[in-house]
């Protein structure tokens, strides 16, 4: 059984998200998925670890969000860096994760990712408008540590 066979979500159309995302703002954006939490470790420690594995916080906004799901334990956390945290606070983000873990209850895990990528972008192009001369400062790749 291959890696992307035991994790129910659908890379490519995640990363299109992102990249349709991008288009509409100078933010960026990461999602990280992994089966479980280490042992030891909460949500929210875990998401901060893997923002500052990620090196989310050198972008020159500070501007960058981490999505972080770990579904069989049915935890998310997301993150985002100072830059846009000064616009959205914790409820937003949230919210945002409630309701991913709704669609996952449904099995419909693409879709919940999905689903939140498109309502944190609507946010972030509130606070952070595309620019004429924006750099994709992330990958939009994401990421699956199994």
Same mark, same amino acid.
């Given at each position: 059984?291959?890696?992307?066979?035991? +994790?129910?979500?659908?890379? #490519? /159309?995640?990363?299109?998200? %992102? @990249?349709?995302?991008?288009?509409?703002?100078?933010?960026?954006?990461?999602?990280?998925?992994?089966?479980?939490?280490?042992?030891?470790?909460?949500?929210?420690?875990?998401?901060?670890?893997?923002?500052?594995?990620?090196?989310?916080?050198?972008?020159?906004?500070?501007?960058?969000?981490? +999505?972080?799901?770990?579904? #069989? /334990?049915?935890?998310?956390? %997301? @993150?985002?860096?100072?830059?846009?945290?000064?616009?959205?606070?914790?409820?937003?983000?949230?919210?945002?994760?409630?309701?991913?873990?709704?669609?996952?209850?449904?099995?419909?895990?693409?879709?919940?990712?999905?689903?939140?990528?498109?309502?944190?972008?609507?946010?972030?192009?509130?606070?952070?408008?595309?620019?004429? /001369?924006?750099?994709?400062?992330?990958?939009?790749?994401?990421?699956?540590?199994?």
């Amino acid at each position: 059984m291959s890696l992307f066979s035991r +994790i129910p979500f659908d890379k #490519k /159309d995640i990363e299109a998200a %992102i @990249i349709e995302l991008e288009k509409t703002t100078s933010a960026e954006l990461r999602v990280y998925i992994e089966r479980h939490l280490p042992k030891n470790s909460g949500n929210l420690d875990r998401a901060l670890a893997v923002f500052q594995q990620l090196d989310m916080h050198k972008t020159a906004e500070r501007n960058a969000v981490l +999505i972080y799901i770990a579904h #069989k /334990d049915h935890q998310c956390s %997301i @993150i985002g860096d100072q830059g846009i945290h000064q616009f959205v606070n914790d409820q937003f983000w949230q919210t945002q994760c409630q309701a991913m873990i709704g669609f996952f209850k449904q099995q419909q895990y693409t879709q919940g990712v999905v689903s939140a990528i498109e309502h944190i972008g609507r946010e972030l192009t509130l606070h952070f408008p595309i620019q004429p /001369d924006d750099v994709n400062e992330l990958p939009n790749e994401v990421i699956i540590n199994d």
